[in-house]
C-alpha cells in the first residue's frame, strides 16, 4: 500500500511541474522557433523526457535549468529529423522559387 501512496505523490510533484513549466517551456520554443508544429513535438518530447528522469530532474535545485537546456536539443532534433525528411515549416511559402 505504501507503494501506491508513493506512486500517487510522484504522480502528483510530476503533474504540478508540468503545469507550471510546460506552458514557460513553448513559449522559450516560440522565441527560438516559429513553426508551432515544431514547437510542439519539440515540447512534447522535452516534458516526455522530464517524465522518464523525473526522479532524477526531481532531485535537482534548478531543475528548470535542465528543462530548457533538454527544450533546446529536443529542439534541434525535431528541426533536424524534419528537415532529413524533406519537410517544410508548415508556415512557410515558396514565391518565385524562394522560401518565406
Known amino acids: 500500500m505504501a507503494r501506491a501512496g508513493s506512486l500517487r505523490a ?20 516560440l522565441w527560438l522557433e516559429g513553426d508551432h508544429a515544431i514547437i510542439d513535438d ?8 522530464a517524465h522518464s528522469y523525473w526522479d532524477f ?3 535537482l ?12 536539443q529536443r529542439l534541434q532534433r525535431v528541426q533536424a529529423s524534419r528537415q532529413r525528411h524533406g519537410l517544410r ?12
Open 89 to 100: 515549416s508548415r508556415c512557410s511559402i515558396d514565391v518565385g522559387g524562394r522560401e518565406f
Open 10 to 29: 510522484r504522480t502528483d510533484d510530476f503533474d504540478q511541474f508540468f503545469l507550471r513549466w510546460e506552458p514557460q517551456v513553448r513559449r522559450y520554443l
Open 61 to 72: 535545485r534548478k531543475p528548470q535549468a535542465w528543462l530548457f537546456k533538454v527544450a533546446g
Open 57 to 59: 530532474v526531481n532531485g
Open 42 to 49: 519539440a515540447a512534447q518530447e522535452t516534458m516526455l523526457a
